[in-house]
């Protein structure tokens, strides 16, 4: 009887206990509960700095912006080939980048003339130079796009030009600052040099290393367009830049604060 009693109290005092907890938030579930609150204050705070820019109103009083530059679509890449030499830390990242991804290439394609038998090097060079970039091109953008569209762009839209070799998103009449601009053009070529250089260690074989490689350096020289214009925005430092499109008439409009 006494062991009945016993456990009926232990019993009661455990569901007891049970119902204090459900009731009241353990202390690590207060600061889980906390700590949500605080990424929800930095998660506005930054939408919040990214949609702070000027309109495109704002941004043509002369007493504030002076409007730096128009550049055409169809002069996009004469602009991009009078900015190959330039200093800034956009350019000085892309062409790091470019010389460690030729470097690479050129190391694995060796190794892959050295085997005895290996796949067709034609092959491998229309497949890394040619026929994955061409399909990676669509994920490249699409990358571009989720950036634009966080930015807080509602009218985007894709074009080419097959004179210039260019595919490009615009966001028409959307204003973005250099920060914001900074993230959407380097976004593909952050994310996707990730994801090749993965693919390149896990592959088995030397020729899929260099085709990858391949890949991978075709893919860093078609992302000169977006650091170019990057780099031209960033030449302004530390005044504020701004940027917008106007895609029928085919033009982007690059405005620097005077302060």
């Known amino acids: 009887m006494k062991q009945a009693e016993n456990n009926n109290m232990m019993s009661t005092l455990f569901i007891s206990r049970f119902k204090i907890n459900i ?7 207060k600061i889980k509960n ?3 609150l605080k990424c929800y204050d930095i998660i ?9 820019t000027p309109t495109i109103e704002e941004l043509d009083d002369t007493s504030k912006f002076t ?14 080939m009078s900015h190959l030499k330039a200093t800034n830390a956009a350019m000085i990242i892309f062409w790091i980048v470019t010389s460690v991804t030729v470097i690479i290439n050129i190391v694995f394609w060796i190794k892959v003339i050295r085997l005895p038998v290996h796949h067709s090097i034609f092959a491998g060079t229309i497949l890394g130079f040619i026929l994955i970039p061409l399909l990676l091109a669509p994920l490249h953008e699409a990358i571009h796009y989720f950036f634009l569209r966080f930015s807080g762009a509602k009218d985007i839209r894709l074009g080419m030009d097959l004179r210039q070799g260019i595919i490009y998103l615009s966001a028409h009449r959307h204003v973005i600052g250099k920060r ?12 996707l040099t990730a994801f090749l250089v993965i693919l390149i260690i896990l592959s088995p074989s030397p020729w899929l290393k260099w085709v990858f490689s391949s890949v991978l350096l075709t893919h860093t020289t078609m992302c000169i367009g977006d ?3 990057l780099g031209y925005m960033q ?5 504020s ?3 917008w499109d106007d895609v029928e008439a085919k033009e982007a409009y690059f405005y620097v604060s005077h302060d």
Request: proline share 7%.
């Open 67 to 80: 409007r730096e530059m128009k550049l055409a679509y169809e002069d996009v890449a004469a602009f991009v």
């Open 23 to 29: 009731m009241e938030p353990k202390p690590y579930q």
């Open 241 to 243: 830049a701004y940027t």
């Open 44 to 52: 506005l705070l930054i939408l919040a700095r990214m949609a702070k």
């Open 227 to 229: 650091l170019a214009l």
């Open 180 to 191: 914001s601009f900074r993230v959407i053009a380097m976004s593909p070529l952050v994310s």
């Open 34 to 36: 906390s700590c949500s």
């Open 235 to 239: 030449d302004f430092k530390p005044r």
